[in-house]
């Protein structure tokens, strides 16, 4: 019992759910992020580039042969680049919303509370302290 009590007490930490948390968010944001280069970012740049699919593009190293069964032998460089566009999409969206927070932390930092205003008890003591002062 006293695994099972550990591991409930390891699992239910507030770090631990927000991890994950974190990846579930995370895996669903890559699917957007994939479909925001296949389906938005690359049809354009084919179109640019002269009707190119990226994810076509590959170098053959050695050609098929269906009679004696062997498999094309290819580099898929097409793919790596869409992966890499996947990539610096995601970056730069981490970036800007690290940043914004960190602007947001810093709002927070530069703008100090204003100091309470003295209660009753503080004025007339101030005030005693003056005029004891001033004699």
């Known amino acids: 019992m006293g695994f099972v009590k550990e591991f409930k007490e390891f699992a239910m930490r507030g770090s631990v759910v927000d991890l994950a948390i974190g990846v579930v968010i995370g895996a669903a944001f ?8 296949a389906d938005i970012i690359m049809p354009p740049v084919g179109y640019i580039t002269g009707g190119v699919d990226f ?3 590959k170098y053959v190293m050695k050609e098929a ?6 498999a094309e032998v290819s580099i898929n460089y097409g793919n790596f680049i869409n992966v890499v566009i996947q990539f610096l999409i995601v970056a730069m969206c981490i970036f800007a919303v690290i940043k914004a927070m960190n602007s947001m932390k810093k709002k927070e930092i530069a703008a100090p509370e204003a ?7 503080e004025v007339l003591l ?9 004699k």
């Not at 890559?30 to 280069?37: D, Q």
């Not at 042969?65 to 062997?70: H, L, P, T």
């Not at 100091?115 to 008890?121: F, L």
């Open 30 to 37: 890559g699917k957007i992020v994939t479909s925001l280069v």
């Open 55 to 57: 994810a076509s593009l």
């Open 65 to 70: 042969n269906e009679a004696a069964g062997v």
């Open 115 to 121: 100091p309470a205003a003295p209660t009753k008890e």
């Open 126 to 134: 101030t005030e005693i302290r003056d005029l004891l002062g001033s």
